[in-house]
Each structure stands twice: as structure tokens, then as C-alpha cells.
């Protein structure tokens, strides 16, 4: 079950990089040579319905620990469902990408802002 505990950990360390990597770019920009990958890989499981392989690997953990899985995802086991909001309804759904849009369209376009005004000081000089 340690094992199980440890991939939750993970998955849940990937998931709140993919919200909060473009922030964290504007402090250290090498973070989008990670954030990038990840953000797009979590975006196409989410979109595409793929199962992830993280959760895959935690209930294959948790099956051969004998305890219990879980059936909505990662993120309804662990957060929407908790707080009362059932994964499935289509105002999670939507909570669920503005939460993921917002932060990286303010983090990438602060990046991409700071790159116009660094390519014009550039061709000024």
C-alpha cells in the first residue's frame, strides 16, 4: 500500500505541476522543458478519455496491497468527489479546465509578453 500512497503522491505532484508549470516558469524558465510535456500529455488523456498510466498503476498497486480501488479518476477520487462535486457532471468538467486554462494562459502569456519586449529591445539596440 506504500507503493499505492507513493504513485497518489506522484500523480498528484504531475497534476498540480500541470496547473501551476507555467507559473513557476516565470521565476525559472527551464521549468517549461518539463511543463510543456506534461501539461500536453495530461491534456490528451483528459480529452481523449484515455485512462492515465499513473492511476493505472496505483489501482494495480492498491489491488495487489488487497485494498480498495476507486472508479472516477485521480481527480474525482481525490478531489472533485470529496468536495461534493461528482466528476461526470458537466459543471466539474468545465471547473475542471478553466482551472487548468487559466493559470497557464496568465503564466505563458506573461512568458511570451516578456519575449515580444525582449526580441524589441533586441532590434532597438
Known amino acids: ?11 498528484g505532484a504531475a497534476v498540480l505541476f500541470m496547473l501551476t508549470g ?20 495530461i491534456l490528451g488523456l483528459y480529452l481523449t ?10 489501482l494495480a498497486l492498491r489491488e495487489r496491497a488487497g485494498a480498495p480501488g476507486y472508479h472516477g479518476g485521480f481527480i474525482g477520487h481525490y478531489v472533485t468527489e470529496p468536495l461534493g ?3 461526470g457532471a458537466t459543471s466539474t468538467q468545465v471547473g475542471i479546465y478553466v482551472l487548468a486554462f487559466l493559470p497557464n494562459v496568465f503564466g505563458y502569456g506573461v512568458l511570451a509578453a516578456r519575449e515580444i519586449r525582449r526580441r524589441g529591445l533586441d532590434r532597438a539596440q
Open 49 to 58: 478519455g484515455s485512462d492515465c498510466p499513473l492511476t493505472s498503476l496505483e
Open 22 to 41: 507555467s507559473l513557476i516558469a516565470l521565476r525559472w524558465s527551464r521549468a517549461l522543458w518539463l511543463h510543456v510535456p506534461v501539461s500536453v500529455a
Open 85 to 87: 462535486f461528482p466528476i
Open 1 to 11: 500500500m506504500v507503493l499505492a500512497g507513493a504513485v497518489a503522491v506522484l500523480h
